[in-house]
């Protein structure tokens, strides 16, 4: 008896599996709240765990072609950086409207801005485009570059800023079909885009048969075929898709009012990934004092920290669309369950994972490296900072929960406080002046994360997000 009730179990599973990547937009104001969750993680989850798989590809394929190929792109990232946070602040917002009029079954309004959002991001990547193109070279050496390196490399440059619709539209449409619910569609258009990225990084640098090799120009004509690819195959489900959110004739033309609150919410998504990236800068400034060795552990430390965390995400942003769908269709209870409900499985799981890198860090860091100086601060990086995993698990779910519900604004208060106020002097006050070293910066981490989530929650429960109107 007991093995039929598990075999049922695994069955039911699997069949949530399979619905969970179907291309279908999907209410979620009623039903279960776990299987929504569920169902908006798992193509989440999968998306991310791509761009990462990709991020991989394309640093072993470029690292081939020597230490100025790898700077290159190192300074070329830290500008793209700045269009990442566009992106994904314009996307945040994206999601929020069309979440919200998915929630009141108002197709016209859901599709209407979207469009609104693409019109945003196709200027703003055009206005990118023309300075990078023009300044490419220059570009590189405000940042740092040499000349030499500079008038070598500076094509790679032009063609990634040059390219940078493929990446705005990419995150931006993406936010469109979460905010609908189609999460699988956003999965499979990273999902292409990155696997085709993949496969054309060693023809186009290196070169096969008829093909020439490109070099670096080759890495960046790579990353714009498939991402422009994604954005193609994005556009088609968006005006000749089936699901709920399909764009015509009528909703084509420009409408400022709409445009002016998607940039209006968008401006408090994109100060908050500023606000948190710009903070990890002057951490590392921070364990830089400590030698190359910290810096290396704390890197290793970071990116296990950073990898493992990606499934986390995946369910912060199903809170996201939950809670914005639920609010839509007036049920701001369900948004609320929602919410507590997906900080409580994001919690088990972290903590799970902090458990995991508790005990295992030695072996989990030694796999990087056999220096012992940088396994020891690497495993130091790795404990320290998953203590504050049990509170993070609930803060990242909270804070993008705001999002979802158009608060973009209390997020980004807590995050400026929580790290530039108060994160970055704490770390430099542990590690210097009480003399902790990197271990003050490690532990400051943890209480900051800590301490935000806390904020988060507190702030959260006075329910003032629920009144909030997009």
């Given amino acids: 008896m007991s093995q039929r009730v ?12 399979k619905e969970s990547l179907n291309s279908e937009a999907k209410d979620y104001t009623t039903g279960s709240i776990n299987r929504a969750i569920f169902m908006l993680s798992v193509p989440m989850i999968l998306e991310m765990s791509m761009e990462s798989l990709f991020a991989l590809a394309d640093a072993f394929f470029v690292s081939r072609l020597g230490t100025d190929a790898i700077a290159t792109v190192g300074l070329t990232e830290s500008m793209l950086y700045l269009i990442y946070s566009v992106a994904i602040g314009v996307s945040m917002a994206t999601t929020a409207i069309v979440a919200r009029r998915t929630g009141e079954k108002n197709k016209d309004g859901a599709a209407h801005a979207g469009m609104q959002a693409i019109y945003i991001g196709s200027i703003i990547s055009i206005l990118i485009a023309i300075a990078g193109v023009i300044f490419a070279k220059d570009l590189l050496i405000l940042m740092g570059a040499s000349e030499e390196l500079a008038a070598e490399n500076y094509m790679y440059t032009s063609i990634m800023l040059g390219s940078n619709i493929t990446i705005l539209l990419l995150f931006l449409i993406n936010g469109i079909f979460r905010g609908a619910g189609d999460a699988s569609i956003a999965m499979r258009s990273l999902w292409l885009a ?15 048969g008829p093909i020439p090799g490109l070099g670096l120009k080759g890495a960046a004509i790579a990353t714009a075929i498939g991402r422009g690819v994604g954005v193609c195959y994005q556009l088609y489900h968006l005006y000749k898709g089936k699901g709920f959110i399909k764009i015509l004739r009528k909703h084509i033309g420009i409408d400022v009012p709409v ?6 919410l968008s401006l408090g998504g994109t100060a908050q990934f500023l606000i948190a990236s710009a903070s990890w800068i002057f951490l590392v400034r921070i364990i830089a004092r400590f030698g190359s060795d910290a810096i290396a552990g704390y890197t290793i430390g970071i990116r296990m920290i950073s990898f493992t965390i990606l499934p986390a995400w995946g369910m912060s942003n199903a ?3 939950l809670m914005g769908q639920n ?16 900080a409580f499985f994001n919690m088990v799981f972290l903590t799970s994972v902090a458990v995991i890198f508790f005990i295992a860090a030695h072996w989990i860091i030694g796999l990087f490296s056999q220096e012992p100086m940088v396994i020891e601060y690497g495993v130091d990086c790795l ?10 698990g609930y803060g990242m779910v909270i804070a993008q929960a705001f999002n979802g519900a158009g608060d973009t604004r209390t997020p980004t208060v807590i995050n400026f406080f929580g790290f530039w106020i108060f994160q970055i002097p704490l770390a430099y006050v542990l590690a210097t002046t009480l003399g902790f070293g990197p271990k003050g910066v490690f532990s ?15 702030i959260f429960r006075r329910g003032k997000w629920k009144t ?3």
């Avoid at 990225?197 to 070169?207: A, K, R, S, W």
């Avoid at 404990?383 to 993070?392: A, K, L, S, T």
């Avoid at 900051?448 to 929650?457: D, F, G, K, L």
């Fill in 327 to 342: 609010l839509g269709a007036k049920q701001p209870e369900r948004a609320e369950r929602s919410v507590w409900r997906t």
């Fill in 383 to 392: 404990r320290y900072v998953c203590m504050g995993y049990i509170f993070y």
């Fill in 468 to 470: 909030i109107e997009v």
């Fill in 444 to 458: 400051a981490i943890a209480i900051a994360e800590s301490a935000m989530a806390v904020a988060s929650i507190i």
């Fill in 194 to 208: 990155n696997l085709l990225n993949i496969v054309l990084d060693p023809l186009l640098i290196y070169g096969l």
């Fill in 259 to 264: 445009i002016g609150n998607i940039l209006k």
């Fill in 6 to 17: 598990t075999n049922s179990r695994f069955v039911n599973i699997f069949r949530l599996l």
């Fill in 319 to 321: 809170a996201a669309t």
